[in-house]
């Protein structure tokens, strides 16, 4: 396990679609994190990307985005990038290309790109103004980082696949139907990266591609031109991945990512991250491997999403100052193989927390300096908590 766990990637996936640190923030967060093991950061910009020229309207550069405090203009991308650069930190940019588009679909320069008038997320692959955007975007992000390694282009969870009457046509006509759909746009968007940065590497999130055989994704060569990202975060009694799946994708892809959470999976409001349920979760991706390892040809790592809010349009969920405990916790749990009282202990020590504290909560806080970036902000947000449930069990009893 250690080849596949220590040996490999660790990335601490950011999500910029919500509460955006200040860039001197990263300048502690980054070797911070570097300190407890991360070897990179799945960067996921969003709106907050100072994008130019006709994509101006979509980034932090936007005058409504500058109107409202944007967080990021390019000398602040730009030091984020060096910061990182400085811990010696892989950065891989994510950038949506297919669905989770409302940040770009939401606009009316943009509207009659969507699958379905009425939502904002999914963009029609059959209109020919698709790819031109993307090909857009993806120029702007590629210039933007140096030494880019990989590309993650997103591709998952595309709510409103062939809806519209153009790909209900097409659907009907095309060999693989929905299914050809997808692969025909995503391939495209992958040969364009491919013929223009023949030395970067192209990742998807994978969950698209679970109900499609072997000989679909074979038909389309889809191993050669992307590597998967297998994403999961249910707690281990729930854990819902087969060994079928491990079996289709030895025989597709020769590199494999995975990606747990340690914030944003459990609740689209929840404030501070359950700390057991993300624990549970890395516990089984290490018990998944254990099985099932030995069918990956290379193993490149794993991100440990940190999710901001569910979509574009949804209510923040944890910050990260409140998720830096269960990003610890986790990320010491997968370098140990497991999850030992040993670790809660030196979480606890490292960043000033009583022992016990994680794990069991409800123990009385006394005003702490806790040792990490934000410490602060989780105490206020931890008591925040505390009195709202008191709150809530005043209001709901027969007194």
């Known amino acids: 396990m250690d080849t596949l ?34 070897t990179g950061i799945l960067l996921e910009w969003e709106d907050t990307f100072p994008y130019t020229k006709e994509l101006l309207q979509i ?12 967080p990021y203009a390019i000398e602040d991308a730009k030091q984020l990038l060096e910061l990182a650069a400085d811990c010696d930190l892989l950065v891989i940019p994510l950038v949506q290309t297919f669905g989770h588009m409302e940040f770009v679909l939401k606009h009316d320069q943009w509207r009659n790109l969507r699958e379905v008038e009425n939502y904002p997320s999914s963009m029609c692959p059959s209109n020919s103004e698709s790819m031109a955007l993307v090909r857009n975007m993806v120029k702007q992000i590629v210039a933007f980082h140096p030494t880019l390694q990989y590309l993650h282009i997103g591709a998952d969870e595309i709510w409103h696949l062939g809806m519209c009457p153009t790909c209900v046509k097409r659907s009907q006509i095309i060999k693989y139907g929905k299914a050809s759909l997808y692969l025909d746009h995503v391939t495209e968007v ?31 060569n889809i191993g050669n031109l992307v590597e998967p990202m297998v994403w999961h975060y249910n707690s281990l009694e729930d854990f819902k991945l087969n060994a079928a799946l491990w079996e289709k994708y030895s025989n597709i892809f020769k590199s494999i990512w995975v990606a747990s959470a340690f914030k944003g999976s459990t609740s689209s ?26 069918k990956i040809l290379h193993f490149r790592g794993m991100a440990l999403t940190g999710w901001s809010r569910y979509d574009h349009y949804a209510t923040l969920c944890e910050m990260m100052p409140c998720s830096i405990p269960s990003m610890c916790y986790c ?7 497991s999850s030992t009282s040993g670790i809660e202990i030196s979480v606890c020590e490292s960043l000033g927390f009583p022992e016990g504290y994680l794990t069991e909560g409800g123990l009385k806080m006394p005003s702490l300096q806790l040792n990490f970036p934000g410490g602060q902000i989780f105490l206020g947000m931890d008591w925040y908590c505390t009195l709202r449930t ?3 069990n005043i209001i709901n009893s027969d007194q």
Request: net charge positive; proline share 5%.
């Open 5 to 38: 766990t220590v040996g490999s990637q660790r990335l601490i996936h950011i999500d910029l679609k919500g509460a955006p640190p200040k860039p001197s923030y990263f300048e502690k967060f980054f070797p911070f994190i570097k300190s407890y093991g991360a």
């Open 59 to 70: 980034g932090g550069l936007s005058n409504s985005a500058q109107a409202t405090g944007a």
């Open 190 to 220: 992958a040969q364009f990266i491919k013929e223009n940065y023949p030395n970067l590497k192209i990742i998807i999130w994978d969950d698209m591609l679970r109900s499609m055989d072997v000989k679909t994704l074979q038909d389309y």
């Open 269 to 294: 409001c929840q404030i501070i991250p359950i700390l057991k349920h993300h624990i549970s979760n890395h516990e089984a991706w290490l018990r998944q491997l254990e099985l099932h390892g030995s």
């Open 331 to 337: 990320l010491k749990t997968w370098l140990s193989g």
């Open 390 to 392: 008191k709150y809530r």
